[in-house]
């Protein structure tokens, strides 16, 4: 059993960055692949960024390629997700989720998911 945690959401400007965290703990998260996913009001939730075990391996979805990045501390255990340029569009709730195996971009592949935390980005 992994439990999540996300923290760093809040309302920022356009342009602006926020830092979202996600603490994992229970069984060795470190052995997890991680991935951050959002929903919007009245959307399906989407893939944002995915990282693995160790962190050599990241993908992101398009959208907030070359803006939005993912990193982990096994240290600490804890996943992060810097997002910089933000624009009204990334206004959601983002939740992190962990799995046992390779990453992935597909939502159904995560077995742990914490509670999520609303970013806001204002024009």
């Known amino acids: 059993q992994v439990q999540l945690v996300e923290s760093g959401g809040g309302l920022v400007q356009a342009g602006g960055s926020l830092r979202l965290s996600c603490a994992a703990s229970?069984?060795?998260?470190?052995?997890?692949?991680m991935g951050w996913f959002r929903q919007a009001p009245g959307k399906e939730r989407e893939f944002v960024a995915t990282?693995?075990?160790?962190?050599?391996?990241?993908s992101y979805a398009d959208s907030v390629k070359g803006r939005f990045t993912i990193s982990r501390d096994n240290s600490l255990n804890t996943v992060f997700l810097q997002m910089n340029s933000l624009k009204p569009e990334d206004t959601a709730v983002y939740s992190c989720?962990?799995?046992?195996?390779?990453?992935?971009?597909?939502?159904?592949?995560?077995?742990?998911w914490g509670q999520g935390t609303q970013v806001t980005v204002s024009s």
């Open positions: 229970g069984r060795t998260a470190s052995a997890y692949a």
């Open positions: 990282i693995s075990t160790n962190g050599p391996v990241r």
């Open positions: 989720a962990a799995r046992q195996g390779l990453t992935s971009m597909i939502d159904s592949q995560y077995r742990y």
